[in-house]
């Protein structure tokens, strides 16, 4: 299995440089995703996770570190290379409508992905747009239709249209399915599925439904104020979670069956998030962590490798540090 | 005799095409102290239930009618606006899904809160201003004194909503209702406020109309469930009953389609195909049938009346599904 991307020590900070006040939205986030496979980033509002899908595809800037894309750094690129290299690399949104143009029809929209990098002409091009509008389960008969006849599912259908018409290798979706009924959800997860089996996807797939995560995702990254706290494998990191931070997490999230339910035992977490202008000094986590301890204002946790590519940033972790 | 009887009732609106009907004949009851969740999907018709109980649906285009909608032996339609603005508020409250819309953003908390106190309990300001610090304290909002004259825009979601139950507990309401109270916020603050509302609840003896699209929340808050489809409740049952006997297409449908992070579902989710049918014709039929993936061919010919299944489960569905049955 190849690496397609690696993002190392990526660094997206706002406002000036160490003046105070600078928000620090992604701060050293390293990791690398698998061809072919998905990469769940997860973690509540404000912790980063949307900055740094953008800042992989240089939607916004980041201060410092790689994007490495198969092997090139998209920081490095000029503006033409860049955008041939996007071609690659697409995105898709949480409220599809507002990123589909309201008078354009559909034909037009995902042509006009195809228009952009002058892939096909003519009858060439209408012929492929509906084999694209077919892929996403929508019939030719959406051609013609405008994006507010669509209901949220179908444009979500439509964007997911838009981001295939590029023949793209990596896809960021960021919260495609949050703003969905369940039932469409599930319609929209199982597409994205079925397409990643046939065309080989890569998805960086961020959202705060930790559940939808875990069924979609081969890896799982849980972000908290701007740093990956805690990675591993789907099955290592829902089965045992190390960081207190994850654990309180995956125990917040209610699961349909009320015999688990009675029976579980809820980490409930103290407060709310931290202003992200001035986190905590040490591990940003320590001011609601349940198992705090006055070291943990001192020192940053580094990376604790916990085996099978399973690390987490605690020193509190079992076994790792005893003297703490 | 129960806290609030609900028969029969119908919401409609009326449009240039015709009247929409989102609530079709709801009936329930809701006992002392009990939390029942309302489920379905956007446009079910949960939260005009909810509004029409209120009596929050503006009339017109509104118009609300029912056999009866009893509130402690009283009918709220025969009610006069006077009366029912002394109910709202004093003996039956309601929180939305968001809070900033609820709260004037130009008023202080404390100003907003002791306002309720004064009007329903006709409480001084000095005694107003007590209650409210007391209340804030109740919803675990820490230096509640100096909170007192902050701003909403000054508070996070998670503490808006909260200040919202404060407002809603001010009159010791008998009846809570909660329109997708928790679905903006984070989980982990999720987790806090359906503890809170489940401690009050226990402490109080509040009854909860619990509305939500989550089925993980409800399993885990509520003591029974109406799932609504179309304008309707098509299912009703004790919790257990109807998580470990869904008995309805619609409800197995439902948890078909979500999935668990416990990791106890399956490899591939089994989503409900098509969308909900307009309200706007009157459905003969079951509403669910061009969707559902269990009808029998019953029930192309008949419309499904209520089936018992014992202890206060019932479905309006024609299949027989076993229990541990799944969407096909």
């Given amino acids: ?324 | 005799m129960s806290l609030l009887r609900v028969r029969n009732l119908h919401t409609r609106f009326a449009t240039d095409r015709g009247d929409v009907r989102a609530v079709n004949g709801v009936s329930f009851d809701l006992e002392e102290g009990e939390i029942l969740g309302l489920v379905g999907e956007s446009g079910s018709g949960k939260s005009v239930t909810a509004l029409s109980i209120m009596r929050l649906v503006p009339e017109p285009p509104g118009r609300i009618s029912a056999d009866s909608l009893a509130f402690d032996g009283r009918e709220l339609l025969a009610l006069s606006e006077a009366e029912m603005r002394e109910e709202r508020g004093s003996s039956m409250a309601m929180i939305f899904q968001d809070p900033m819309r609820s709260l004037n953003p130009v008023l202080t908390i404390g100003r907003q809160m002791t306002e309720v106190l004064r009007r329903h309990q006709k409480l001084d300001g000095a005694a107003a201003k007590r209650r409210a610090i007391e209340l804030l304290e109740t919803v675990g909002i820490p230096s509640a004194e100096k909170r007192l004259g902050a701003y909403p825009h000054q508070f996070s979601g998670g503490m808006r909503q909260r200040v919202m139950i404060a407002i809603a507990l001010s009159c010791n309401p008998r009846l809570l209702i909660a329109d997708e109270a928790t679905t903006a916020l984070d989980v982990t603050i999720q987790a806090q406020i359906v503890d809170l509302v489940k401690r009050l609840t226990r402490e109080r003896g509040t009854s909860v109309i619990w509305i939500s699209h989550d089925l993980g929340v409800v399993a885990g808050l509520c003591d029974k469930v109406n799932v609504m489809y179309a304008g309707n409740v098509v299912e009703s049952g004790p919790i257990r009953e109807l998580f470990h006997r869904p008995s309805h297409g619609y409800t197995l449908g439902l948890m078909g389609s979500t999935p668990r992070v416990d990791g106890t579902g399956v490899r591939r989710l089994t989503p409900i195909e098509g969308m909900p049918p307009s309200l706007i014709e009157p459905i003969p039929l079951c509403p669910f049938l061009p969707r559902c993936r269990v009808s029998i061919p019953a029930c192309q010919t008949v419309s499904p009346e209520r089936r018992d299944f014992g202890s206060d489960h019932w479905a309006r569905c024609l299949a027989d599904l076993k229990p541990g049955d799944r969407a096909p």
């Fill in chain 1, 1 to 324: 299995m190849s690496t397609l991307l690696e993002v190392e020590d990526l660094d997206v900070h706002f406002g000036r440089p160490d003046a105070p006040g600078t928000v620090k939205a992604v701060d050293g986030v390293s990791f690398k995703v698998e061809k072919g496979r998905t990469l769940g980033l997860v973690g509540e509002s404000g912790c980063g996770k949307s900055t740094t899908g953008y800042a992989i595809l240089q939607l916004v800037r980041a201060t410092s570190g790689r994007v490495l894309f198969d092997g090139t750094d998209l920081r490095q690129l000029g503006r033409r290379d860049l955008r041939r290299m996007r071609r690659k690399l697409q995105i898709i949104f949480q409220d599809a409508h507002a990123s589909l143009n309201p008078r354009m029809p559909i034909g037009d929209l995902v042509g006009e992905a195809l228009d952009i990098h002058g892939l096909f002409r003519g009858a060439a091009r209408a012929r492929r747009i509906r084999e694209l509008l077919d892929m996403v389960g929508l019939s030719g008969s959406f051609f013609e239709r405008y994006p507010h006849e669509l209901s949220g599912g179908q444009a979500q259908r439509v964007a997911i249209c838009r981001a295939l018409a590029v023949e793209p290798e990596l896809i960021i979706c960021d919260e495609p399915v949050s703003a969905l009924d369940v039932s469409i959800q599930a319609q929209i997860v199982n597409l994205l599925q079925d397409l990643q089996e046939s065309l080989g996807l890569t998805y960086i797939f961020i959202s705060h439904d930790l559940s939808v995560v875990r069924h979609i995702s081969d890896q799982v990254a849980v972000m908290y104020l701007g740093k990956i706290v805690e990675m591993a494998g789907k099955t290592e990191i829902y089965g045992a979670p190390a960081h207190p931070y994850t654990k309180s997490l995956m125990s917040a999230v209610p699961v349909p069956d009320p015999d688990v339910e009675t029976h579980r035992q809820r980490i409930i977490l103290k407060g709310d998030l931290p202003n992200p202008a001035d986190p905590p000094s040490g591990c940003r986590f320590r001011t609601r962590c349940p198992v705090a301890v006055p070291e943990c204002a001192a020192v940053d946790p580094p990376q604790y490798p916990l085996g099978d590519g399973h690390w987490a940033k605690c020193i509190r972790l079992t076994g790792v540090n005893p003297h703490v």
